[in-house]
């Protein structure tokens, strides 16, 4: 957690900033499907996956927050 102190949600950024190239993007998005992958291969699902729940560490950098409705999938 001490990595992301400091960082914002995708949501307060695209609030703030409107929204972004994809070229702006592309790390966000790799880091967010990168961390759904290794959620799905240990059989879990996020359950609530939203702007709220992506943190930005930079404009390259993404991770996965809020499992508190995780849960196995069939």
Same mark, same amino acid.
């Given at each position: 957690?001490?990595?992301?102190?400091?960082?914002?949600?995708?949501?307060?950024?695209?609030?703030?900033?409107?929204?972004?190239?994809?070229?702006?993007?592309?790390?966000?998005?790799?880091?967010?499907?990168?961390?759904?992958?290794?959620? *799905? $291969? /240990?059989?879990?699902?996020? @359950?609530?996956? &939203? !702007?709220?729940?992506?943190?930005?560490?930079?404009?390259? *950098? $993404? /991770?996965?927050?809020?499992? @508190?409705?995780? &849960? !196995?999938?069939?």
């Amino acid at each position: 957690i001490t990595p992301l102190a400091g960082s914002h949600s995708l949501a307060d950024l695209v609030a703030e900033f409107g929204p972004q190239a994809p070229r702006c993007v592309r790390g966000i998005v790799r880091d967010v499907v990168a961390g759904l992958g290794c959620l *799905h $291969a /240990a059989g879990l699902g996020h @359950g609530r996956l &939203h !702007l709220g729940n992506i943190i930005v560490t930079s404009w390259s *950098h $993404a /991770a996965l927050c809020d499992y @508190g409705t995780a &849960h !196995l999938r069939p």
